[in-house]
């Protein structure tokens, strides 16, 4: 079975209505709201809105969202996520980003899985949240989480090890069945694309289990611009994608919102980048993986 996706990450969408103003006396929250409201010159939640609209017009199958689809992880946000995500035509996969779990409390309550579990329903192992496996045929989305909260001015991430151990054994058992694998994680993967206090923490354990167990894509979002690169595997190099963020309205090409469609056909995987020109988007350089 065939399978065409759509890829975008780091949407951003602000929504602050209802939120209890106590929430922000603290200094932190303070200096927060106001980067996520100066942030907003930056973006615009329409186009996200305009991506899942030629997600539909594409006929893809399924809409993936490599993370940080708030600014805060305020309820308020996830609410207008869900939101967006339940108006979808297209059925969307999700993982959360460094954003969204930006405090310790919506961090240790869950409240990315609460409000968006439903986009992430799949096999796991032993029950445990990540990574979960969404099958269609023989193509397997590998959904990771690096998300923590971290220190102010930091957006770093960490797989940690029992993830890392499970993710491990996905990937075997997955390659087992012949799988064409899709991993899906919000950090970066590929040494110094993202610097010092922005980057995957545990960088090195994931590029050695990639090593051993291999993947047929890895895709990530974090550093809002489009990255190639890639990662050695038992076989060969694993291809590794970055996309900008999905609402951006930086002017500069390689940071403008953009969304990719990959075609998954038996061992082929096709990839076609789509960028925002103001009022709709462009296709750019179609391209293997
Ligand atoms: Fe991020």
New binding site residues.
């Given amino acids: 079975m065939a399978l065409r996706f759509v890829h975008c990450s ?1 949407i951003h969408l602000l929504d602050l209505r209802g939120t209890s103003p106590w929430r922000f006396l603290n200094k932190r929250m303070t200096g927060a709201v106001n980067l996520a409201l100066k942030r907003r010159k930056r973006h615009d939640g329409r186009i996200f809105d305009a991506i899942v609209a030629s997600a539909a017009k594409l006929a893809a199958d399924r809409l993936v969202v490599t ?2 689809v708030t600014n805060l992880a305020l309820q308020s946000e996830f609410e207008l996520v869900r939101r967006k995500f339940s108006a979808s035509p297209v059925p969307v996969t999700v993982i959360p ?3 969204d779990a930006y405090t310790r409390g919506s961090a240790r309550s869950g409240r990315f899985a609460e409000y968006l579990g439903e986009f992430m329903a799949g096999e796991r192992v032993d029950d445990s949240e990540f990574p979960f496996v969404q099958r269609f045929g023989d193509v397997a989305l590998v959904g990771c989480s690096s998300a923590v909260p971290s220190l102010p001015l930091y ?1 770093t ?1 960490r797989l940690g090890d029992a993830q890392l151990a499970r993710l491990d054994k996905t990937l075997a058992r997955l390659a087992d069945q012949t799988c064409v694998r899709v991993v899906l994680v ?2 970066p993967v590929v040494d110094g694309v993202s610097h010092e206090r922005h980057d995957l923490l545990d960088i090195a354990a994931f590029q050695r289990v990639i090593q051993a167990r291999g993947a047929e894509l890895i895709l990530h ?2 550093e809002h611009r489009k990255l190639v690169g890639s990662l050695p595997g038992p076989t060969g190099r694993v291809p590794v994608h970055g996309i900008s963020s999905g609402t951006s309205v930086v002017p500069s090409v390689g940071k403008r919102a953009a969304f990719a469609v990959y075609d998954v056909d038996g061992a082929d995987i096709g990839r076609r980048l789509f960028v925002w020109n103001g009022a709709d988007f462009d296709e750019t350089e179609p391209t293997a993986a």
Avoid: C, E, P, T
Wanted: glycine content about 34%; proline content about 0%.
């Fill in positions: 780091d993370g940080d980003g460094n954003h957006a991430g919000h950090h979002g974090h």
